[in-house]
Structure formats: C-alpha cells, structure tokens
C-alpha cells in the first residue's frame, strides 16, 4: 500500500484536519500521480456535512485534480512518468452498460464510483479525494492536461467546467440562442465564458447589482438584477435557454417564465432542500425543467482541449492548505472570484 497525506473530516460534526491514509498499490492499468493542485467545490461541504446523506466517513473531499505522473502500471498506453494528468468526478465506472458504453460513465445506470464519498467497483472499499498529496487512478479515468494552460487554474474545469460545459454541447447552445446565465459564482463564471465563446448571447441573472462589473469582465452582453421587479420583467419570455448554478434554496417558477416557448431550464445547482414546481409554469409554452451533471470522460477530455485551444481556464484563489476552513466560510457567503483552489505544496 502507498502511504498518502490528507486532510478528512472524521464526522459530519467536525472540521478537516490531517489525516494520514493508504491508496492502494499501482496495478497494471493504474496511473499514480503526485497532486499539485486541487479545487474546492461547493459540493465538497455540502458532503462533509453530509446534508445530501450517506457520507462515507472519514471523508477526503477533492473532485478538482491535478498533477504530473510519478508512476504508470505495465499496461497503461496513455501516460508515461512526468506527463501532467487530471482527475474529476469520477474514478471508475462499470464500463458495461449502455451509458458507459456512450461515454457517459456519469450516468452509469450500475453505479460509477465518485472520487470521494464512493466506493471502488468492489462496492466495499471507500474512495478518497484530492485533498491529498497523491492518488491512484485506472487510465481510462485520467485526463491529459494540455501543457498550455495554467495548471491551478485548470483544476476547477474538471468540476465546475464540465458542469456547464457539458450541458451547453448537449443543447447545442450558440450562435442565435440567448443564455442565461443564473448565478455568478464558481460554475455560473464558467458558464458565462463558454457560452460567450460558443456564441451564443450571455445574460447573467444574479441577485447581487455588485456582480455586474464582474459579468462585464467576463464579456456577459447583458446584466439583471433578479431582485428588481422592473428589470426581471424585461427579459420576460425572452431567453432560449436558463443555466441554473445556483446551490442556494431558490423559486424556479420566477425563472421559467423568462423562457421563450420550448425553452429549457437546466439544473447543474444543487441545492439542498426540495423545491416545488407550478404545472403552469411549464405547461404554457411547452418549456421544459432539465438537469445535467458534469460529463462523460471523452467529453471531459473534448472541453479540456477546447479551453487549451480558447484559452480558458477558471478565476480562481490559490490558498493552503490549513486555510481551507476559512475557505468554505467565505464560499458560503459568496466571497470568491471565483474558485478557491488549494496549493497542495502546503499540505
């Protein structure tokens, strides 16, 4: 077994804090990797608190990965040592089914193993995230980094990109299409850059008039205040397509009525209490409420050498490791532009 630093949470009752633990040996098809970097995810606290249920404790949060390979088992074709490698949400799949046959191992209907807060294939053995000093993963769920882009700043595009990324190819948003974009925060930035950049018009809608700066920088066409009732009835009826990143309890109804007919509102937010939906505000002009989590590996792949070839990469705040609890108290209160990212050098 491979001795690895970390930092866990032991309970839902408690902060992280250093925690030494064992990843297993590299196998013929695994990939080792040194981390230098990892994001940090509103999901990695809704998980510590196990406000979704089922936490896997101790837990070691980190779904936003990256690093250069320190070891590469007998059979692995698609890394050597010193290659840059990433790993997301996932770290294995039962590649037998429909899903995974596609490419969406996300929605793999055996069940797919999270990076943290899962279980291997065995369904017996816990997994653990990148709030740690290294890991081990199959190939066929490694990333190749492209060389160009900064790589702390590509970390949060392997959570947070392909959760907006993904469902914007899936609808096919572009050039014509008017998106919203709900919440400007760590996915809702992302969302704004790649619509912008598959040409599509950008709104971004937030409650806060203190984002509007922000969205301008991020070249948004357009800026509304969700919590003016002038300007919220502007944009009535006008939008092709709402991204909904918002993880706080809010009134999708008030958002469905800015659809145009047949519009769509994806969900990639999660927030932690239910909601209630209004029949009749979907039924007139046939819209539609969808949901959509991050990506497939091909498609994770496909975005990342789309950002390299558009220059995109997450704004993010570089923070050690020890700071990772003042970390979430900000996050919580929304002061991060836009994605804390943890310096594992400081672990």
Known sequence: MIAVKGYAAQTKDTDLAPWNFERREVGPHDVQFAIDFCGVCHSDLHQIKDEWGGGIFPMVPGHEIVGRVTAVGSHVTKFKVGDLAGTGCLVDSCRVCDNCQHGLEQYCTNGHSQTYNGLEQDKKTPTYGGYSDSIVVHEDFVLNIPEKLDLAATAPLLCAGITTYSPLRHWNV??????????????????????????????????????????????????????????????????????????????????????????????????????????????????????????????????????????????????????????????????????????????
């Open 174 to 347: 572009g050039k014509g299409h008017k998106l919203a974009v709900l919440g400007l925060g760590g996915l809702g930035h992302m969302g704004v850059k790649f619509g912008v950049a598959f040409g599509a018009e950008v709104t971004v809608l937030s409650t806060s008039p203190k984002k509007e700066e922000d969205a301008k920088k991020l070249d948004a066409h357009k800026f509304v205040v969700t919590s003016d009732p002038e300007q919220l009835a502007s944009v009535n009826g006008y939008f092709d397509f709402i991204l909904d990143t918002v993880s706080a309890e809010h009134d999708y109804n008030q958002y469905l009525h800015l659809l145009k007919t047949d519009g769509v509102h994806i969900c990639v937010g999660a927030p932690p209490t239910p909601s209630s939906i209004v029949a009749f505000s979907l039924i007139p002009g046939r819209k539609s409420l969808a949901g959509s989590m991050i990506g497939g590996l091909p498609e994770t792949q496909e975005m990342l050498d789309f950002c390299a070839e558009h220059n995109i990469v997450s704004d993010i705040e570089l923070i050690d490791m020890k700071d990772i609890q003042t970390a979430f108290d900000r996050m919580l209160k929304g002061d991060v532009r836009y994605r804390f990212v943890i310096d594992m050098a400081t672990l």
